[in-house]
C-alpha cells in the first residue's frame, strides 16, 4: 500500500507571487499615468530630470515584466510539476 502523499501548499509561496503581480500592475498604471501627465504638461524641465524620470518608468516597466515572466513559468508552463518550485527561475 502506497503511502500518502504530503499536500501541497501553495498559499504561501505562488499565491503571494500572484498577489505581488496584481499590486505591481496597479502600481505600475498609477505610475504611467503619472509619467503621462508629467511629459505633456512639463515641458520646460531639465532634460535630466526628464530623462532621469523616462528611465524610471522604462525600469518599472522592466520590473513589471520579470515578476509576470517568473509567475507565468511557475504557474503555467510548469502547472503541476512541484518539482520546479524547488528552484528559482534566474
Known sequence: MASPQP????????GALFLGNIGAAIFYGIT????Y???KNCSRDSLSLRNSIWFLWVLDTVHLAFITHA?????????????????SIW
Open 32 to 35: 504611467s499615468v503619472q509619467t
Open 71 to 87: 509567475l507565468y513559468l511557475y504557474c503555467v508552463s510548469n502547472f503541476a510539476n512541484p518539482a520546479f518550485l524547488q528552484g
Open 7 to 14: 499536500e501541497l501548499r501553495l498559499d504561501n509561496t505562488l
Open 37 to 39: 501627465i508629467y511629459f
